[in-house]
């Protein structure tokens, strides 16, 4: 319903600012990341928004750039996680952070952030594979995959996330997963 907010930046409290619109004050909750990045107060500022209306609260959610909103809106598709934890998510770290933390399969980034546990980081990571790692990964979607499912392969074998992660960087991009599970096997038992 709001899409995008434009006024002066009349109150910062983490993590809710309040934007001054013609003479109309909206609270918008905002993620650490687009906080920080926030001009002084008075000053003119532009948010992208998220519109959620509950059974007790109608909410706005306020993002500097779409790359943050589309991850937000991805976020809480997720069952289980809502505005608040997708808000802590985007909190601590940034879109290009969680994008290679999918793209990896690396649960232990998301542990770190608060209120998130092993099952939830895992629950994350699985939701958002294919919806979000693809934007930072391998410029073709099949070598993304390719090189998720190597990382899989090499984990299930019992190898560490560092391990494997360091392995993944060392291979051609356009390796296929049995020949890249070869060649990763063969430069880690040296």
């Known amino acids: 319903m709001i899409g995008k907010l434009t006024g002066t930046l009349s109150d910062k409290n983490p993590p809710q600012v309040i934007v001054d619109c013609g003479g109309v004050g909206y609270e918008v909750q905002v993620p650490m990341s687009t906080f920080y990045n926030l001009p002084a ?7 992208l928004t998220h519109f959620v209306v509950r059974e007790d609260a109608q909410i706005l959610y306020g993002f500097g750039s779409s790359s943050e909103r589309e991850a937000f809106r991805e ?3 997720i069952s289980g996680v809502g505005p608040r934890t997708a808000l802590s998510v985007l909190s601590g770290m940034d879109v290009a952070d969680l994008a290679q933390a999918v793209t990896l399969q690396e649960a232990g980034r998301l542990v770190k952030v608060p209120g998130i546990g092993k099952k939830t980081a895992e629950r994350l990571l699985l939701e958002l594979k294919g919806k979000l790692g693809a934007d930072i990964g391998a410029p073709l ?3 993304s995959d390719a090189q998720a499912d190597i990382l899989q392969a090499l984990l299930a074998l019992g190898y560490s996330d560092k391990e494997a992660a360091a392995c993944l960087k060392a291979l051609p ?3 296929g997963v049995s020949d890249g599970i070869k060649l990763a096997l063969k430069s880690l038992a040296k």
């Open 41 to 47: 107060e008075g000053q003119k500022v532009s948010l």
């Open 75 to 77: 976020l809480i598709k």
């Open 141 to 143: 979607g099949a070598a």
């Open 173 to 175: 991009k356009d390796v």
